[in-house]
Nanobody, 125 residues
């Protein structure tokens, strides 16, 4: 069992930056693929970025060049650095873990086994 706790959300002006953190419990964090998803009001939860257990990353087209995912296995933590934020980035951001990752991290939310409670990110124009 893995528990995930996100932090770092908040209110920021367009063009600003935020860094989200996701702290994971358990001793096998380094074996998990980790992903960030987001859900805006009235919309489905969508893929943002992911990082495999081996460090391979994958990003949604909408955030390429602006968002970066990284992980620190010694701290059981994954990070999402968000730059050049836009009002359309406003959403609840969720951290997710996948226990049976393969070479490339998956953008499919159904492939992830564990989810955090989410953290709100609001970008004002």
């Amino acid at each position: 069992q893995v528990q995930l706790v996100e932090s770092g959300g908040g209110l920021v002006q367009a063009g600003g930056s935020l860094r989200l953190s996701c702290a994971a419990s358990g001793r096998t964090f380094s074996r998990y693929d980790m992903g960030w998803f987001r859900q805006a009001p009235g919309k489905d939860r969508e893929f943002v970025v992911a990082i495999s257990w081996s460090g391979i990353t994958r990003s949604a087209d909408s955030v390429k060049g602006r968002f970066t995912i990284s992980r620190d296995n010694a701290k059981n933590t994954v990070y999402l650095q968000m730059n050049s934020l836009k009002p359309e980035d406003t959403a609840v951001f969720y951290c997710a873990a996948r226990s049976n990752g393969i070479t490339w991290p998956s953008p499919n939310r159904n492939d992830y086994d564990y989810w955090g409670q989410g953290t709100q990110v609001t970008v004002s124009s």
